[in-house]
């Protein structure tokens, strides 16, 4: 077995507080929650074992002189205060944790220390901040570490003591009866909930749960080219873990409102572009707003409505790769609602001159015209 000292990386002369420092900092890293590396686990153990015998002043005292936690005797009767509960937990981990990875027991006392969990918020922006991306301040409500003991749980200059039912293994032996007679089970111990340790005299502000819940102001980064449902997610934003535990992870679930001028299809926009009868008709050039400013627009003579001119990567960014998508301006074509006498003359002309001619306001004519017309009027 390693030194003790060694295994978390301070001198013999260590105070009290140094030793639960470096503890806590192992700790969060090696918790096999957090860390995936194949001896994560053993070292965590090998750590919390250290810790286990170096924060209890008595435990500290034998190994110290002996140089083993159990003193010389363990088992004996001399002193005996912790001590037998290691002893027994070395031995049955010998037999049973080592080849099964401690399931189902042995696993000696449970960590307050876990990783907190995830949080998801939703965020709403708008679609032009979704086509270009933007920076979102974000008010969250989560759990955070203790400020004041830090996450220890415990009032500040105190530390956990020992539990007397189960003398810190945070399990208890209890006989059971079997098909093989009496047998000794393990169970976690009710005294500690298995913690091995007391909180006595519990932190003020966070009542001995080593967190305390905060709003906090956090400025995001939204990439171009989110859409409704896409998650951000925010490595280490969420929720801390109790008794200084590591945070988990903070999602952010992007809504993008509804824009008045444009509508989203994939990375494609789709816009409206209202042009008078006669200028369809005659063709012209015009200006048309996009989310990249003004686009020059050519309304070739003889555009007809519904025809999609298309501005190429004026659409939103994708997400993934390079490049946007395309706007679409799909052409309305204005017909006059309620044109004055001479203008209706003029009407008149023109469809006599195209041969539209009309039977009591009926067309029964439009060379040639008037086939497609009702094939128009029959597709709606
Ligand atoms: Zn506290
Ligand atoms: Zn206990």
């Known amino acids: ?75 004996g009767g001399g002193g005996g205060f912790g001590g037998e509960g290691f002893a027994f937990q070395d031995i049955f981990e010998t037999f049973f944790g080592g080849a099964g990875g401690g399931g189902g027991g042995g696993r000696g006392p449970a960590s307050r220390m876990r990783r907190g969990q995830d949080a998801l918020i939703s965020v709403r922006v708008d679609l032009r901040e979704a086509v270009f991306g933007v920076n979102k301040k974000l008010e969250i409500d989560t759990a955070i570490t203790c400020p004041t003991c830090e996450g220890s749980c415990c009032r500040q200059g105190t530390a956990p003591t020992t539990c007397d039912i189960c003398h810190g293994s945070g399990q208890i032996q209890r006989p059971m009866r079997s098909i093989l007679g009496n047998v000794m089970t393990l169970a976690t111990c009710n005294s500690c909930q298995g913690f091995g340790t007391m909180i006595v005299d519990p932190c003020n502000e966070c009542m001995g749960e080593g967190r305390i819940r905060d709003r906090r102001t956090l400025t995001i980064k939204v990439p171009a080219g989110v859409g409704t449902g896409t998650r951000i997610q925010l490595a280490n934003q969420g929720e801390a873990g109790p008794a200084g535990g590591p945070s988990g992870d903070l999602y952010v679930e992007m809504k993008v409102n509804n824009d008045p001028s444009f509508v989203r299809e994939g990375d494609d926009l789709h816009a409206t572009l209202s042009v008078p009868m006669t200028a369809a008709a005659l063709g012209t050039e015009l200006n048309f707003e996009t989310f990249d400013g003004e686009q020059p627009i050519s309304i070739k003579p003889g555009t007809q409505a519904g025809e999609v001119i298309n501005l190429r990567s004026l659409g939103v960014t994708h997400l993934r790769g390079f490049g946007r998508g395309d706007l679409k301006v799909h052409i309305h074509v204005e017909t006059p609602t309620k044109p004055d006498a001479e203008q209706e003359a003029l009407l008149k002309q023109l469809a006599a001159l195209r041969g539209e001619t009309f039977t009591e306001g009926k067309l029964v004519s439009s060379g040639g015209m008037f086939a497609k017309l009702r094939d128009k009027f029959g597709n709606n």
């Open 1 to 75: 077995m390693s030194n003790h000292y060694d295994a978390l990386g301070v001198s013999r002369d260590a105070t009290a507080e140094e030793i639960k420092k470096a503890y806590r900092k192992l700790a969060r890293k090696l918790h096999p929650d957090v860390n995936d590396a194949a001896d994560a686990q053993d070292r965590f153990k090998a750590v919390t074992h250290a810790y286990e015998v170096l924060s209890d002043p008595q435990k500290r005292r034998i190994y110290d002189t002996t140089g083993n936690e159990n003193g010389n005797d363990a088992g």
